[in-house]
């Protein structure tokens, strides 16, 4: 029962700043969660995840975009089928140290001011790199969020959302159908979505006080906490 309780709090933080910066809950909630439940890694969080992507979605649909989703989303579906594979036999150690590595690298070029162009290339690249850390991590949102990071904070809030949702979708599937997807892990869910739910409420009372600039600079520091986490984690 603690570990329930446990998990709801730190979900609860995760869902809160997510609520206004548009990612979080994976970073902030994820090492954390890992400590008490493992077993919540990735599939009950990434089922969560869906749930909070869903109301923060409806709560700023008219910032939804379809023009800047379309293409990370097909590299969604790509970055998926390879992080099925990487589950099943590739060495989970070696993508973790390249991925945050890149990740450090766009942090890098974000912080100097190098804006990255919104292309049919950079968005199924971000797509892909989300998804494939996403499946295998429960960390998925850096890349997506470093490319929209100078987006109004209502777009990037309602389109990272949307990309989410659908991504996880993928990505549950691409679990179920190698086995790490189930009752069990829809029960664990179930258990601990009153903290995201929760948290993400909570957001609502200060998200529309704090100024884009703000958020993006949340985005960079979640950004630069995932890839030092991951980084640290299998080096």
């Known amino acids: 029962m603690i570990e329930i309780l446990l998990v709801n709090l730190f979900l609860f933080v995760g869902a809160f700043v997510q609520g206004i910066i548009g990612y979080g809950l994976g970073i902030l909630s994820v090492p954390l969660v890992f400590m008490v439940m493992p077993s919540m890694i990735p599939a ?33 579906l790509v970055g998926t089928a390879t992080a099925a594979s990487v589950l099943a036999g590739v060495e989970e150690r070696t993508f973790a140290l390249v991925f945050s590595s890149m990740l450090l690298v766009l942090i890098s070029l974000s912080v100097l001011k190098v804006k990255l162009p919104i292309n049919v290339s950079s968005s199924t690249t971000a797509g892909f790199f989300s998804a494939l850390s ?102």
């Open 44 to 76: 009950p969080m990434i089922f969560n995840s869906i749930f909070l992507c869903l109301i923060i979605a409806t709560d700023n649909k008219n910032y939804i975009d379809s023009n800047i989703l379309k293409w990370p989303i097909v590299g969604a």
């Open 134 to 235: 996403g499946t295998i991590t429960a960390i998925g949102g850096p890349p997506i969020a470093l490319l929209w990071q100078n987006l109004p904070p209502q777009v990037i809030r309602a389109n990272m959302s949307v990309f989410f949702i659908a991504s996880s979708i993928i990505a549950l599937v691409a679990l179920f159908l190698i086995g790490k997807f189930g009752w069990a892990e829809i029960k664990l869910s179930a258990a601990t979505l009153p903290g995201v739910i929760v948290g993400f409420y909570s957001s609502k009372l200060i998200v529309n006080r704090i100024p884009a600039q703000q958020v993006r600079l949340g985005i960079l520091l979640m950004s630069t906490l995932s890839s030092l986490f991951l980084f640290f984690k299998y080096f």
